[in-house]
């Protein structure tokens, strides 16, 4: 019989993916959205603003798990204004999610909570497992307001898994295609020096540790959701740029990136540091990676 997944703020590249996924293998995804598309297919849809108890609700009686993905972007300027937003969309969300469950007779027996690497802040080549104390900064701080309000609730009907995600690579959105598009352009060196790691992993192996969380009773508490072999910057665009067989291209200078993300309205930050992330819990727990070999996921994601 087909379960009920709720995926709240599901309608972005890891939503959609994930959405999908579910579908594929005979379940139901429901996807609570400000903007209920047009074109719906296969996958449901039911509208909600992220912070009101309304007509949604209902929708959670019965599910087999709620996946919570809501929260402004951050690939944003950090301006007192967006700040506020950037916390307040993922700590609302948390809390009406924590309303709508007191209200259900059955309620969900899974809450998968997204947070981010970006808690253990900019760590160098410190290797970072889900022991690592936190670093300091805006992104830090959000993470940490995050998962305390998460961490908070009293659900005991309700299993609760944060997963702190890594750079998903895949196609449909995420942080590939823009890398693609300057490399295309002969524009694919390294930023800064270089030296700050991403910790990345393929989008299908992203859905399996959704579903892993989602299936596992045993799957409790917070796990790095990233892949095993994190790499640095210069390694990550150097084999970007064999897979797409362009020649070498010149880094941009940390002074370069700061104003071109000044131009872009984002963050130079998103781009200059990094942490070394693994994922040592899921491993631990017997997870297997389809995905684990940097040039032969980008390989594979070039000819998708």
Known sequence: MPKKFILAGGSGFLGQSLAQSLVQRGDEAII????????????????????????????????????NLTGKSVNCRYTEANKREIIASRIESVRVLNDAIAQCANPPPVWIQASSLAIYGDRHDEICDENTTPGSGFPVETCLLWEQAFNELMLPHTRKVVLRIGFVLGRGGGALQPLESLTRL??????????????WLHIDDMNHVFEWALDHNDATGIYNATGPHPVTNAYFMSVLRHVMQRPYSPPVPSWAVRIGSRLLNTEADLVLTGRRCVPKKLLAQGFVFNYDDLETTLSALEKA
């Not at 074109?39 to 209902?58: E, F, H, P, S, V």
Request: overall charge positive.
């Open 32 to 67: 609570l959205t400000r903007k209920v598309p047009d074109q719906k297919g296969r996958i449901a849809y039911a509208r909600w603003d992220g912070k009101t108890l309304d007509d949604w609700a209902t929708l959670l009686e019965g599910a087999a798990a709620i996946v």
């Open 186 to 199: 002969f524009l694919g060196g390294h930023a800064g020096n270089g030296k700050q790691y991403i910790s």
